[in-house]
């Protein structure tokens, strides 16, 4: 495993009232790897994500990409960040007045690209990876859910970004159409080399994703390991949360799918 880190999150700490959502959560992200990160509705995973690309401050910490301190960053400089780290939100909400095509050409067009030949280009390479050729001249409401996701997620990645971050990516997703997903983000990280951070509480996309997991409880880091420490795990609360999330019998299933489920590396 490559030792390189793209992001790494030092000593967070963040409050909102009374609230203290992260006390102290410190995480690396290594490069062209995927991590999943897991917890309980509520728990600060949004909250972790938006730190990562300076949308909300810390109370204290630091956050770096590469070897960029990014939570001292003026919101100028940040641009700069952001163009590198592509953001798919929890709701992942397409312009409707927008073509398929014009909703992906928007950050290209957002970050200075004038020329319409390589916008075009970079447009249809994406939504030739996500298998949406034919739908770009389509309205966002002419589409499934499914359909819609996959366009964020081009879009998402439309920048040809060092990093992903993926809120949620499945949740609300019928079995089949989260399965899809589950494959276009491991597509990413191979055809784009894409370092990618998936927040979810798909317990099945997260197994069928994760190079390493994480799993946050009371705004810290409870265990941070490969899918098989998980699986392995004699922690009260990681058994609790395995089970809680996926039912007895989804849990007994990916416990002896070991392998199959484990991603291959070259
Ligand atoms: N901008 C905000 N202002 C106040 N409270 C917030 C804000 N963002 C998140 N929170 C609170 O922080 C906690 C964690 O939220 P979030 O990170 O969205 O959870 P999740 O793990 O489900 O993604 C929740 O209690 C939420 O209400
Ligand atoms: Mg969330």
């Known amino acids: 495993m490559s030792a390189q880190i793209d992001m790494r999150a030092v000593n967070l700490h963040k409050h909102f009232g009374r609230r203290f959502v992260l006390r102290g959560v410190s995480l690396d992200f290594p ?7 897991m917890g309980a509705s509520g728990c600060g995973k949004s909250v ?4 990562l690309v300076g949308l909300l401050r810390p109370d204290r910490g630091e956050v770096w990409f590469g070897s960029t301190r990014v939570d001292t960053l003026s919101e100028r400089e940040l641009g700069m960040i952001r163009r590198q780290i592509g953001f798919l939100f929890q709701q992942s ?8 095509r014009e909703n992906i050409a928007f950050p290209l067009r957002e970050h200075g690209m004038k020329d319409e030949k390589l916008i075009e280009q970079r447009v ?3 939504l030739d990876l996500v298998g949406l050729t034919e739908t770009c001249d389509q309205m966002p409401t002419e589409l499934s859910g499914g ?11 439309v920048l040809e970004p060092r990093v992903v971050l993926y809120d949620e ?6 079995p089949i159409r989260a399965e ?36 946050l409880h009371e705004g810290k880091v409870l265990l941070e390991g490969t899918p098989e420490d998980f699986r392995q795990s004699t922690a009260k609360f990681v058994n609790q949360f395995l089970k809680g ?22």
């Open 48 to 51: 972790l994500l938006k730190h």
């Open 180 to 215: 899809v997903i589950n494959e276009l983000i491991l597509k990413f990280s191979d055809a784009l080399g894409i370092t990618s951070i998936v927040v979810t509480h798909d317990l099945v996309s997260a197994f069928r994703v994760a190079d390493r997991m994480v799993l």
């Open 169 to 174: 990516p499945t949740t609300g997703l019928d």
């Open 93 to 100: 909400a397409l312009f409707d007045s927008l073509t398929v």
């Open 147 to 157: 359909q819609r996701k996959r366009v964020a997620l081009a879009r998402a990645v």
């Open 245 to 266: 999330e996926v039912g007895p019998d989804e849990l007994a299933r990916i416990r002896a799918s070991g392998e199959s489920n484990a991603r291959a590396h070259p």
């Open 124 to 126: 249809m390479r994406m």
């Open 31 to 37: 490069k062209g790897l995927i991590t999943v990160v």
